[in-house]
């Protein structure tokens, strides 16, 4: 099993329309969950943290559920612009070193 | 210009080679990160380093080793190439303090090993 997983989808939705993804995370130690956001053919860049009592940022609302192990990406209104691959990312704190495990990825694409 | 930048961005080389991808940084970060980047497999750690004199192996160091040559410097080599290091190579830095978990990454050096 993965150590995050997340659904590769394609996702493809109109301009507009509300959209969330899923990630799940296979270690009960982890302690930091991020998403990011990467365009085709570019660098991954910090999206938004997601904190335990969930997070708004504009159009983004990310949630943490421990108990199930899962953390999730709302979108509302969405963009053409939001189209790209959005990444679920989890710190792992193990002795010395902070450890971040990186999902595949889901990948979206909005519809004029 | 970009903060962290990489060179080549891309590259095409045969078998056997010996390929340098480097790695500059302006953000005055000591954490300096190689991860590569495969279809269906995310990102993965190669190597790390927290500082000048701190190096680390990833979780797929094999086939690769690094130098930390200054503080914006990171150098990740491939002493003989083969075809399933054929990926995409980023270098990435972060803050020694706190760590937010934030990753700033370079633009990508994309190489195919023939």
């Known amino acids: 099993r993965k150590e995050v997983e997340q659904d590769p989808g394609p996702f493809n939705v109109p301009e507009g329309a509300t959209v969330a993804f899923n990630c799940t995370y296979s270690?009960?130690?982890?302690?930091?969950f991020f998403w990011y956001r990467q365009d085709c053919r570019k660098e991954p860049k910090l999206l938004m943290s997601?904190?335990?009592s969930g997070n708004e940022d504009g159009r983004f609302t990310a949630q943490l559920n421990r108990a199930s192990q899962y953390i999730s990406l709302l979108i509302r209104d969405s963009k053409l612009s939001d189209s790209a691959t959005y990444l679920c990312?989890?710190?792992?704190?193990?002795?010395?070193?902070?450890?971040?495990?990186f999902g595949t990825g889901t990948l979206l694409a909005v519809q004029p | 210009d970009a903060d962290v930048t990489q060179t080549p961005r891309n590259r095409i080389t045969k078998t056997g080679k010996r390929i340098m991808l480097e790695c500059s940084q302006t953000?005055?970060?000591?954490?300096m990160y190689w991860y590569r980047q495969d279809p269906g497999l995310g990102l993965r750690l190669i190597y790390y380093?927290?500082?000048?004199?701190?190096?680390n192996k990833g979780e797929i160091s094999d086939g690769y080793s690094v130098s930390r040559q200054a503080q914006a410097k990171f150098s990740l080599s491939l002493e003989s190439a083969i075809p399933n290091q054929t990926a995409l190579y980023f270098c990435?830095?972060?803050?020694?303090?706190?760590?937010?978990?934030?990753?700033?990454f370079g633009e990508g050096s994309r190489l195919t090993v023939l």
């Open positions: 270690n009960s130690a982890s302690q930091s």
């Open positions: 997601v904190y335990s």
């Open positions: 990312v989890v710190n792992q704190y193990g002795g010395a070193t902070n450890k971040l495990i």
């Open positions: 990435a830095t972060s803050e020694r303090r706190p760590n937010t978990g934030e990753l700033f």
């Open positions: 380093s927290f500082d000048v004199k701190d190096i």
């Open positions: 953000k005055g970060h000591d954490r």
